[in-house]
Nanobody
Framework: QLQLLESGGGSVQSGNSLRLSCAASGGTLTGYQIAWFRQAPGKERQLVAGIRWSSDMTYYADSVKGRFTISKDGRKKLLYLQMNSLRPEDTAKYYC??????????????WGQGTQVTVSS
């Protein structure tokens, strides 16, 4: 069974950058989609960016296109989210999550504990 652990969050000023990391352990990621989500207090959970682990196909929310980049180190089973030009509206708790693409359900099955990103104006 997969375990996911996020790191790299913190408090920064608007315009600065952060890189989040997600370490996967306990199983293979072959055939999985893995993604970054975020949720701010009082707001719905939002898909930020995702990647198909094997093919490297990526996707992004419109709000982060051109600013955020998702990438992976396949050998080390690490997922990254490079966040540039951060804005206060990016403030949220960020989670990594994974789902098996072979399953009928579209729900993400595995979740990390989250890491907080706070951007001040």
């Amino acid at each position: 069974q997969l375990q996911l652990l996020e790191s790299g969050g913190g408090s920064v000023q608007s315009g600065n950058s952060l890189r989040l990391s997600c370490a996967a352990s306990g199983g293979t990621l072959t055939g999985y989609q893995i993604a970054w989500f975020r949720q701010a207090p009082g707001k719905e959970r939002q898909l930020v960016a995702g990647i198909r682990w094997s093919s490297d196909m990526t996707y992004y929310a419109d709000s982060v296109k051109g600013r955020f980049t998702i990438s992976k180190d396949g050998r080390k089973k690490l997922l990254y989210l490079q966040m540039n030009s951060l804005r206060p509206e990016d403030t949220a708790k960020y989670y990594c999550a994974a789902r098996n693409m072979a399953m009928t359900t579209t729900q993400y099955e595995y979740w990390g504990q989250g890491t907080q990103v706070t951007v001040s104006s």
